[in-house]
């Protein structure tokens, strides 16, 4: 009768978001009661097709984000190759059933549960359990939870690309302003409950006026476009990206403190300052000016932003084509 009611509330948890990162934590959290193992994490794969862990229980922080899991290799990637439950003890992979299908270098003494994470055959993303007992009863508990994530994972799937859709700026194709306000409030939060580093970084196209009165607004928004693609190709899987003004870009930055922070503009910074921007038939250079801040656990969303803007005015203050970068 517990099972039963822990279940339904699991499935509850479930219906009541459509957030990736919440709905994987569930997860995370009901494969770990159900198994009784002594970690759990859950991967997704996103658009690109990288496989992002969004969710940890009894395992490090720092496990979160872009995971080097591929199809067919380790545990987790076999499991969502061959689309189905597998298991590991004594170095044996094992199915559902318990038979040994392939032998895998590991400590004889680590046993694991990968629970591909499936809907109409298309691969969503894997879940995967440390520690945990290896019988036919805790598998069947497994593949039961995992399929129950499986539908929520492709239904947060499917309302993040709507609401990507909705939510893209058509001149950059980055987030509009109040869409990127509320991407910025989910990132603390999730920064706040791992305990884990977070930073924003705010770009600004130095003397964005006077070129748009040199070239024209159309040739300008050609420039602007030219620039979110250099941008989207500097980005992580996990980093977002937005237009928050005329010709300003923000960037939110997870599990990545002020160093970090620094690096990324500074190296984004180069690749604009080197890079010959098209405009209709003519070709201009710009530079950018950088302001970022870490964000610290007890900011607000306005104090993040304050904090970058002042970094982004310290920049301009020194003339443009420079980046500051605060710690918050």
């Known amino acids: 009768m517990q099972q039963v009611t ?19 934590e569930a997860g995370a959290e009901a494969l770990l009661a159900a198994t009784g193992s002594e970690s759990a994490r859950v991967a997704a794969l996103n658009w690109a097709g ?11 922080s720092d496990w979160l984000g872009e995971a080097r899991i591929v199809a067919g290799a380790g545990l987790a990637g076999r499991a969502a190759g061959e689309r189905r439950l597998l298991m590991l ?3 044996q992979v094992l199915d ?8 895998l270098e590991a400590d004889a003494n680590v046993t694991a549960i990968a629970v591909p994470l499936v809907v109409d055959d298309r691969v969503l993303g894997v879940a995967q359990v440390m520690g945990a007992p290896t019988d036919a009863n805790t598998a069947a508990a497994a593949a039961t939870i995992g399929g129950l994530l499986s539908v929520a994972v492709d239904r947060a799937r499917l309302y993040e690309q709507a609401r990507f859709e909705h939510a893209m700026d058509p ?3 980055l987030w509009r302003y109040a869409d990127f306000r509320q991407r910025l409030l989910e990132e603390m939060e999730r920064a706040r409950r791992h305990q884990t580093s977070l930073s924003l970084l705010r770009i600004d196209v130095d003397r964005f006026q006077a070129i748009n009165k040199q070239i024209g607004h159309r040739a300008a928004d050609n420039v602007l476009a030219d620039l979110a693609t250099i941008v989207r190709a500097s980005l992580r899987a996990t980093d ?9 870009i923000a960037l939110i930055l997870p599990e990545t403190g002020a160093d970090g922070a620094r690096v990324a503009a500074e190296n984004l910074h180069k690749r604009v300052e080197g890079h010959s921007f098209h405009a209709g038939d003519q070709t201009v250079r710009i530079t950018v000016s950088c302001g970022g801040t870490g964000i610290k656990q007890d900011d607000s969303d306005e104090d993040a932003l304050a904090a970058a803007g002042q970094a982004l005015a310290q920049s301009r203050l020194a003339g443009g084509n420079t980046v500051t970068v605060v710690d918050g």
């Open 6 to 24: 822990d279940l339904r509330q699991f499935s509850a948890r479930l219906a009541d978001s459509t957030d990736m990162a919440v709905v994987c």
């Open 50 to 60: 990288a496989f992002i862990v969004w969710a940890t229980v009894g395992a490090p």
């Open 89 to 91: 003890q004594g170095g």
């Open 96 to 103: 559902q059933s318990g038979e040994a299908v392939a032998q």
């Open 171 to 173: 001149v950059t194709g």
């Open 240 to 248: 977002v990206a937005a237009r928050i003004g005329p010709d300003e």
